[in-house]
């Protein structure tokens, strides 16, 4: 047995408490395996962690989990839910976590943040035109001017940016999630159907929960894939030219930031659309690693359902 002896008490390497007199050898517990901790170990730091140290394996399990499960279940019954973490998902969960709204954010990577990482071919700057730059400065992100309208970013910076003022404006942000449907109640979507990631992944037979919400973002990029379920299963008609998802075209910088702003909506009651996805719903262009678009188009979904919620 180990004993440590602290402000007048020995305590073992079972945090078993032994009072002992100060300033004695401490013979009624045996001379052989002492160890005296020194002037450092009485102060009220060291004191907690003797006492704490053989029970830490548990705080850390414990303290993750009932702060996990209790965001989940305060998570149950929000406002709105986006689906994707890219720029247009995590601008919209900033504005509306801002208005006081209660949004969840759901991502299936381990770091949201969509295609905006990676720049363009990894080299890590974007594009960013002046229209969008009001967003960009209420963010914080840095940036230097290029040409013709235009500023430069780095991409790794302004994700990080993007998703530290969307979580410090009240969003919950979810990682490692995948929704694979819809709650869909009285010809609306009133909420999404969460699993794991790794669930979908792994081709598992795994059940999965839900999350009720007044409104639902499709923010799934060139995919579409809530929109794409939403009228594959319930046999309705979008709110577009042909009623379903039409699918993006190709690359048109100019066309494709236009569209991306123009193009956001609400396609059918209770579900909009946002960035990559709205072009992509609607039949109109992609556009590369050019951002303006994407960020006009999140502030611009927020807008939408703020004022659809009012």
């Known amino acids: 047995m180990r ?11 079972q945090a078993e408490i032994i009072p002992i007199k100060p300033e004695t050898d401490n013979a009624g517990v045996g001379n052989a395996g002492k160890e005296l901790v020194e002037s450092k170990a009485a102060s009220v730091h060291n004191y907690y962690l003797i ?23 305060n ?23 801002k208005a006081g709204k209660k949004v969840a954010l759901f991502d299936r990577k381990l770091a949201p943040g969509g295609g905006m990482w990676g720049g363009a071919m990894m080299f890590n700057d974007i594009i960013v035109q002046e229209e969008a730059m009001p ?27 993007l998703i530290y003022q969307a979580t410090k404006a ?50 799934t990029g060139h ?21 379903d998802v039409i699918g993006e075209r190709s ?12 193009n956001t909506k609400e396609v059918y009651p209770g579900l909009y659309v946002s960035g990559m996805a709205a072009n992509g719903v609607s039949g109109s262009f992609r556009m590369g690693p050019i951002f303006g678009g994407m960020l006009m188009s999140g502030k611009k979904t927020a807008e939408l359902i703020l004022e659809a919620l009012q």
């Open 3 to 13: 004993y440590f002896s602290i402000e007048g008490c020995l305590y073992s390497g």
């Open 51 to 73: 006492t704490k140290f053989f029970h830490m394996e548990k705080i850390v399990s414990r303290g993750i989990i009932d702060s996990y499960f209790a965001k989940l279940k």
């Open 75 to 97: 998570n149950l019954d929000i406002d709105v839910a986006i689906v994707g973490g890219g720029p247009s998902g995590l601008v919209a969960a900033y504005y509306l976590a």
């Open 135 to 161: 967003i960009v400065r209420e963010l914080g992100v840095s940036y230097r001017a290029y040409e013709q309208g235009t500023y430069v970013m780095d991409s790794v910076h302004t994700t990080s940016a």
């Open 170 to 219: 009240g969003a919950t942000l979810f990682n490692c999630y995948t929704v694979e449907d819809v709650v869909f109640k009285n010809e609306r979507v009133a909420g999404v159907v969460v699993n794991w990631a790794p669930v979908q992944r792994e081709g598992m037979h795994v059940d999965p929960l839900t999350i009720m919400a007044k409104a639902v973002l499709d923010g």
């Open 223 to 243: 995919d579409c894939e809530v929109s794409r379920t939403v009228a594959r299963k319930n046999g309705i008609r979008l709110n577009t030219p042909t009623g």
């Open 251 to 262: 690359l048109s910088v100019e066309e494709g930031e236009r569209t991306t702003v123009e």
